[in-house]
């Protein structure tokens, strides 16, 4: 059956796939029939699959609803929830975002006007060459499932994907967790930090780990942290702090795992380690007030990864596609920048390898100079003179963040945003 399918229904059975197709599911919530419909048999098979709804998995289901597509996005958490995450979000995160209908102020986010930089005893600011802002995970998921719901893009949440397979007919199949099914010839795979069997990237040889803590800050800290983001140099890693809403400020790093190791692998003592090795972050947490009972962490980080190649009708989006480092503060945005590729890609019906090889080599100079960025910070001599270097000329830190940045044009002509 093809794209067009659900065209040709009589009105009772629109009637029948509209009641399934905007239904709002969670995990406890089963009792609809997900592969076909029981009336008459006619298939009410997808357009498009998109597995994980973070940021790009979301982005591109609501852009394919908008033009009509007909989209089912599976999410396996059943409500937002933390996310280990710098928060920041860049000019062009800001700008997808609005375009995708999500007004970032009024959801609280902080608005990021400076950068700053801290090793040793040494700190320098810059100011942000773009507008730059502040917002929780938490609220920004809700925001865009909310989007896509609204948008009319079927959402099955609390559902984990297991298995994606292709079928004898050539048609993506997901496996859940309870042994559903779904299919659709196209899918989109946007499980960011999280590979599918089969599907695997490549392993991380550095071993990261990284963590995200929510603090209150004592007064005078948080007024002196305001509307910047810091980042902080310390062996075997970085970590950033910034503003984000509710007057809290979110602590986010990494550390390769053998500095953990020395620790006993506790972060409470590579914390301490961190506010010894960097007296600049000793000095933001004096006073503060810890708003988790523990920081939460994730591991395996492929740094650097830019995707060669896929399988036919599957776009990978997101960190799924390429993992900037994440001092740059651009995740999000080459999620969003990715999303929105693909979706353009496939509705010019450019076949999902050329999209994967068409995008790859539109972010490669910028992941190969953030990684190049990021054995400088990783490197003792360069953690020592930096800030000293800053300070004489701070330029090189706004042209740093600008390069940075994930600019190009969509592989393709970008959609509208709303058709
Ligand atoms: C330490 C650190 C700090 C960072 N700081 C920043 C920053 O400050 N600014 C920035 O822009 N970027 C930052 N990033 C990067 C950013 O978080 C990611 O690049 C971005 O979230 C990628 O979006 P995504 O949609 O690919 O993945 P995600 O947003 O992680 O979404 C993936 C979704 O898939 C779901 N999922 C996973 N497996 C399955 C499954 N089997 N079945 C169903 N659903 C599934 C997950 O629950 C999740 O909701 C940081 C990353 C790290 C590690």
């Known amino acids: 059956m093809g794209f067009k399918q659900h065209h040709h229904l009589t009105a009772a059975l629109i009637m029948?796939?509209?009641?399934?197709?905007?239904h709002f599911s969670t995990g406890s919530d089963k009792e609809f029939p997900v592969t076909t419909?029981?009336?008459?048999?006619?298939?009410?098979?997808?357009?498009?699959?998109?597995?994980?709804?973070?940021?790009?998995?979301?982005?591109?289901?609501?852009a394919l609803a908008r033009k009509g597509r007909s989209v089912t996005l599976i999410e396996r958490e059943p409500t937002p929830r933390h996310k280990v995450c710098g928060e920041f979000l860049s000019g062009e995160a800001l700008e997808d975002l609005q375009a995708l209908g999500?007004?970032?102020?009024?959801?609280?986010?902080?608005?990021?006007?400076?950068?700053?930089?801290?090793?040793?005893?040494?700190?320098?600011?810059?100011?942000?060459?773009?507008?730059?802002?502040?917002?929780?995970r938490k609220a920004l998921d809700t925001a865009l499932i909310a989007e896509a719901v609204a948008a009319g893009v079927?959402?099955?949440?609390?559902?984990?994907?297991?298995?994606?397979?292709?079928?004898?007919?050539?048609?993506?199949?997901?496996?859940?967790?309870?042994?559903?099914t779904f299919e659709a010839r196209t899918a989109f795979l946007a499980t960011g930090k999280h590979d599918l069997r089969g599907h695997t990237r490549p392993k991380d040889p550095q071993r990261w780990v990284a963590f995200k803590m929510y603090f209150r800050l004592a007064a005078a800290q948080a007024?002196?942290?305001?509307?910047?983001s810091e980042l902080m140099l310390y062996p075997g890693g970085y970590g950033g702090i910034q503003p984000v809403e509710g007057g809290i400020a979110n602590l986010c790093w990494v550390v390769q795992q053998r500095y953990l190791a020395r620790v006993g692998y506790r972060w409470e003592n590579?914390?301490?380690?961190?506010?010894?090795?960097?007296?600049?972050?000793?000095?933001?947490?004096?006073?503060?007030?810890?708003?988790?009972?523990?920081?939460?962490?994730?591991?395996?980080?492929?740094?650097?990864?830019?995707?060669?190649?896929?399988?036919?009708?599957?776009?990978?989006?997101?960190?799924?596609?390429?993992?900037?480092?994440?001092?740059?503060?651009?995740?999000?945005?080459?999620?969003?920048?990715?999303?929105r590729c693909a979706v353009a890609a496939w509705l010019a019906a450019e076949p999902a390898a050329v999209f994967q090889v068409g995008l790859r080599s539109a972010l490669l100079a910028q992941m190969h100079l953030?990684?190049?960025?990021?054995?400088?910070?990783?490197?003792?001599?360069?953690?020592?003179?930096?800030?000293?270097?800053?300070?004489?000329?701070?330029?090189?830190?706004?042209v740093t963040?600008?390069?940075t940045r994930i600019t190009q044009q969509a592989v393709v002509a970008p959609q509208a945003a709303a058709s």
């Open 370 to 398: 953030a990684e190049f960025a990021a054995d400088g910070l990783n490197n003792s001599l360069a953690r020592a003179v930096l800030p000293f270097c800053l300070r004489v000329w701070p330029g090189v830190m706004r």
């Open 223 to 228: 007024a002196e942290l305001a509307h910047a």
């Open 270 to 339: 590579f914390l301490a380690k961190m506010q010894q090795d960097c007296p600049h972050l000793a000095m933001r947490l004096a006073g503060a007030e810890p708003l988790l009972d523990k920081p939460i962490s994730v591991t395996h980080i492929p740094y650097g990864y830019i995707r060669r190649t896929t399988e036919d009708g599957l776009y990978c989006i997101g960190d799924q596609a390429a993992v900037i480092p994440s001092f740059t503060g651009d995740g999000i945005s080459i999620a969003l920048h990715t999303a």
């Open 102 to 136: 999500i007004d970032v102020a009024s959801l609280g986010a902080v608005p990021i006007h400076h950068v700053r930089l801290a090793a040793g005893r040494r700190a320098a600011e810059a100011p942000l060459p773009f507008p730059a802002a502040s917002l929780t």
């Open 154 to 180: 079927r959402v099955e949440r609390g559902r984990s994907v297991q298995a994606l397979s292709r079928t004898a007919s050539n048609v993506w199949q997901a496996t859940l967790d309870d042994g559903a």
């Open 37 to 62: 419909s029981n009336l008459n048999q006619i298939p009410v098979q997808d357009e498009v699959l998109v597995l994980g709804g973070g940021v790009a998995g979301c982005a591109a289901s609501i």
């Open 401 to 403: 963040a600008k390069l």
């Open 16 to 22: 029948q796939y509209a009641l399934e197709r905007y």
